[in-house]
């Protein structure tokens, strides 16, 4: 297990975050219904004081390299431990024995995990092919870019880039899909942009693994890249982080891993080491 900085000793369920900034939780009212955040409210979420306290007055590369040493302090979990990691990370703040399906926005029961078409399974955002990291320990098991999804929309999703057009993905209204690349609904792009810039900042090709690198391409296939980049820089500005991303964040650090995404803690250095 790696060491990591000082960190607060239990994690905040998302209902207690939103009380206590004094606000309604997210609805998700039926286990059919896709979840819709408010992104506008406030949360009480945030980062340690000193967390980025070495990347503070930074930009560009050196903020990127900042940043690559702040998160690289996180304990790794297996592929199995990811199962019932997900089920905090990702836990329905309305009905505890759910959980939100990333792409359909659906709350289905934690026990309905696996490989049948209507089970949920664990998606990579960042395709575990760009880059042929698979599942292995570290960027194959990182909870900062794997969500339950739907088995089907999983399949239909597959390793493709992220891109805007195509037409709607049964069984996940928002959601488009062509040849070469997938779209996401409305409400999770901002989610995914972040994930994937993530996983640029963390795996930086010095620890065994690709140097994984967004870029403003599609059908990258193998190449430990994924695109677009200028699509993603876009969602992240049109859909930023909300409560339950947030939150998301607070249980991967506090239970789990024990290092953050800095995108959701500082969406505005997207743009910084991203020009």
Do not use: C
Request: zero cysteines; glycine letters at 6%.
């Amino acid at each position: 297990m790696s060491t990591h900085r000082a960190r607060r000793s239990r994690r905040l369920p998302l209902l207690a975050v939103v009380a206590a900034a004094g606000v309604a939780a997210p609805s998700v009212a039926a286990a059919n219904t896709p979840a819709t955040a408010d992104t506008t409210r406030p949360t009480a979420v945030q980062a340690p004081d000193d967390y980025y306290q070495d990347a503070t007055g930074k930009s560009g590369p050196e903020l990127k390299a900042a940043l690559h040493t702040i998160i690289s302090e996180q304990t790794k979990l297996s592929y199995d431990e990811v199962w019932d990691a997900l089920k905090s990370t990702d836990e329905d703040p309305d009905n505890p024995s759910n959980v939100i399906l990333l792409y359909s926005g659906r709350s289905q029961a934690k026990d309905a995990s696996g490989g049948d078409p209507d089970d949920w399974n664990r998606e990579h955002v960042w395709a575990k092919s760009h880059g042929d990291f698979g599942t292995a320990t570290g960027p194959g098991t990182d909870l900062h870019h794997l969500r339950p999804a739907n088995v089907k929309v999983n399949s239909t999703r597959g390793n493709k880039d992220f891109d805007d057009g195509g037409e709607e993905v049964p069984d996940a209204p928002g959601n488009r899909t062509d040849d070469d690349s997938f779209e996401p609904r409305d409400q999770v792009k901002g989610d995914i942009a972040r994930m994937i810039l993530y996983m640029a900042v963390r795996y930086d090709g010095d620890d065994g693994f690709p140097d994984l690198e967004p870029n403003d391409k599609v059908d990258n296939g193998s190449a430990p890249n994924i695109g677009r980049l200028s699509v993603l820089k876009k969602w992240s500005a049109e859909d930023p982080p909300d409560d339950f991303e947030k939150n998301r964040n607070e249980v991967i650090y506090d239970s789990f891993q024990h290092n953050r995404n800095p995108f959701i803690d500082h969406p505005e250095w997207v743009d910084s080491i991203w020009k």
